[in-house]
């Protein structure tokens, strides 16, 4: 008896394998790429016609993988009235495909995953700020640049889609951000006569300590004038840079550190007292501005090497 039923089990285990097998397989080709499963779901009309005006639709329906934090036709039509048919426009082809791969990170990223990281870093070049938010039910959610997850892992034969409800755009460089801010004008300047506006404005990831027009307005008379002065270029550059670091550092991050390591060379000193953060002697006042490159950290004094 015993030696039947081992018999019988060992006859059984494989068609059990193979079922399970076939099963596997059969789920694996019935699952539909990116830009499929978009069409399929048949709300996400705007966003499939915006990837075909873009010419995105083949690269979608690449290998890739792809994580798509795709916005419904809900989200689009937040948009001020008027943006999504300008953007359909030939003209305007290179902007809606910049738009559309914002949307999109490389690999497939799944919603347990994406609540352990502060940035994923997109197609289009940038970084998308990911947080995990508590909403008035006492529930948390997944934010992508301030938009919400509303429907997460959606799973595709090439990637995954999370759906949010707002569109998402690109962020302006860190000079462009500091520009519009309005209160950066003498840091501007000096990073103008330092040579340093390309570099602020590249693709490299920086955290900026940002001294604003008051903080310059502290220095002694004429420091600033000679400062600007083409002869004095080298030095400026260096007290620029040691406003400077590699890397997005959030505030959170900043305030776990006892010294950032500047671009100038050297290291500056964080520290926390009485809640009230600190670099060198500098008092940082706003944190976490997000810039297409990097992060902006407000403070109210320049710091010097």
């Known amino acids: 008896m015993i030696l039947t039923l081992a018999l019988i089990a060992g006859l059984v285990a494989p068609l059990v394998q193979s079922a399970v097998h076939a099963d596997a397989k059969t789920t694996a080709e019935t699952r539909k790429d990116v830009v499929d499963t978009a069409v399929g779901a048949g709300?996400?009309?705007t966003l499939v016609a915006a990837a075909q005006a873009a010419g995105l639709v083949e690269?979608?329906?690449?290998?890739?993988?792809?994580?798509?934090?795709?916005?419904?036709?809900?989200?689009?039509?937040?948009?001020?009235?008027?943006?999504v048919e300008g953007l359909l426009?030939?003209?305007?082809?290179?902007?809606?495909?910049?738009?559309?791969?914002?949307?999109?990170?490389?690999?497939?990223?799944?919603?347990?995953?994406?609540?352990?990281?502060?940035?994923?870093?997109?197609?289009?070049?940038?970084?998308?700020?990911?947080?995990?938010?508590e909403r008035g039910d006492k529930q948390t959610?997944?934010?992508?640049?301030?938009?919400?997850?509303?429907k997460a892992d959606i799973d595709c034969s090439?990637?995954?889609?999370?759906?949010?409800?707002?569109?998402v755009m690109p962020r302006k460089n860190i000079v462009e951000t500091a520009a519009g801010a309005g209160t950066f004008g003498t840091l501007l300047a000096a990073a103008k006569a330092a040579g340093l506006v390309d570099a602020l404005s590249g693709k490299d990831a920086l955290t900026?300590?940002?001294?604003?027009?008051?903080?310059?307005?502290?220095?002694?008379?004429?420091?600033?004038?000679?400062?600007?002065?083409?002869?004095n270029k080298e030095r400026l550059a260096g007290i620029l840079k040691y406003h400077v670091v590699a890397g997005r550092k959030l505030a959170k991050d900043v305030v776990g550190l006892k010294?950032?390591?500047?671009?100038?060379?050297?290291?500056?000193?964080?520290?926390?007292?009485?809640?009230?953060?600190?670099?060198?002697?500098?008092?940082?006042?706003?944190?976490?501005?997000l810039a297409g490159n990097g992060v902006i950290h407000v403070i109210d004094s320049v710091i010097l090497p």
Not at 90 to 113: F, I, R
Not at 264 to 287: E, F, L, N
């Open 208 to 231: 900026v300590f940002a001294p604003t027009d008051a903080a310059f307005a502290k220095l002694p008379a004429g420091t600033v004038e000679e400062l600007l002065k083409p002869e």
């Open 158 to 167: 090439n990637g995954v889609i999370h759906v949010i409800d707002a569109v």
């Open 259 to 289: 010294e950032v390591a500047t671009l100038q060379g050297k290291s500056a000193a964080i520290q926390v007292v009485d809640g009230v953060a600190k670099i060198d002697k500098a008092t940082i006042t706003s944190t976490d501005i």
């Open 89 to 133: 426009k030939p003209e305007n082809k290179q902007q809606l495909a910049d738009l559309l791969t914002y949307h999109v990170v490389p690999g497939k990223v799944m919603s347990k995953d994406a609540v352990k990281v502060d940035f994923a870093g997109t197609v289009q070049g940038q970084a998308l700020r990911l947080q995990v938010v």
């Open 141 to 150: 959610a997944l934010q992508v640049d301030g938009a919400t997850v509303v």
């Open 59 to 83: 690269t979608l329906k690449g290998p890739g993988p792809f994580t798509v934090f795709a916005p419904s036709d809900e989200a689009f039509a937040k948009l001020p009235k008027g943006t």
């Open 43 to 45: 709300s996400f009309k």
